[in-house]
T-cell receptor
Framework: GQNIDQPTEMTATEGAIVQINCTYQ??????LFWYQQHAGEAPTFLSY??LDGLEEKGRFSSFLSRSKGYSYLLLKELQMKDSASYLC??????????WGAGTKLIIKP | ETGVTQTPRHLVMGMTNKKSLKCEQH?????MYWYKQSAKKPLELMFV???????ENNSVPSRFSPECPNSSHLFLHLHTLQPEDSALYLC??????????????FGPGTRLTVL
């Protein structure tokens, strides 16, 4: 079966750095997405990786290793507004998104 | 401002009621999706439409009935639901059904409670 694993919850301190990991087993691979979802709101797109390596976008970076079935989202200079759930999703060979259950990130002052 | 809108934002209904959820996208996209989001569970894909044709129906009970009258609008008709159907229902759209850099844009969702 297809599976996406990510930690259920993480806690970090304002101003620090946090890395959220995602491992996947899917039938085929057509890219990996990270989304941010604040409580009661829509998921919003953060990043997309289809080739191995690091994609940087401001305070957020996303890394992909296709051979290891592994990705991480790196958040730097954490702010209180970064408290949210972070969703990892992989597009399989049928171009269907397979979603993880999300990682709830709690930022403490 | 999101390019995908959903109404209503909140809905409480009894098990014998019939209601409809509405989604509209203003992005000129060709693909639209219905998802169910339950607490601490992955997003569950319910239906996929591409150019107004249904291309995916992930074993969804018949009490959920989608309708896509044009590429900008998507409805989810609800009929004799069960309490376990209570969840956040999210609509999304993307430029096309397949291809690289094809991120989905989500609406704010409808929080549904079935009594």
């Amino acid at each position: 079966g297809q599976n996406i694993d990510q930690p259920t919850e993480m806690t970090a301190t304002e101003g620090a750095i946090v890395q959220i990991n995602c491992t996947y087993q899917t039938s085929g691979f057509n890219g990996l997405f990270w989304y941010q979802q604040h409580a009661g709101e829509a998921p919003t797109f953060l990043s997309y990786n289809v080739l191995d390596g690091l994609e940087e976008k401001g305070r957020f970076s996303s890394f992909l290793s296709r051979s290891k079935g592994y990705s991480y989202l790196l958040l730097k200079e954490l702010q209180m507004k970064d408290s949210a759930s972070y969703l990892c999703a992989v597009m399989d060979s049928n171009y269907q998104l397979i979603w993880g259950a999300g990682t709830k990130l709690i930022i403490k002052p | 401002e999101t390019g995908v809108t959903q109404t209503p934002r909140h809905l409480v209904m009894g098990m014998t009621n019939k209601k409809s959820l509405k989604c509209e996208q203003h992005l000129g996209h060709n693909a639209m999706y219905w998802y169910k989001q339950s607490a601490k569970k992955p997003l569950e894909l319910m239906f996929v439409y591409s150019l107004e044709e249904r291309v995916e129906n992930n074993s969804v009970p018949s009490r959920f009935s989608p309708e896509c009258p044009n590429s900008s609008h998507l409805f989810l008709h609800l009929h004799t639901l069960q309490p376990e159907d209570s969840a956040l229902y999210l609509c999304a759209s993307s430029r096309q059904l397949a291809g690289d850099y094809n991120e989905q844009f989500f609406g704010p969702g409808t929080r549904l409670t079935v009594l």
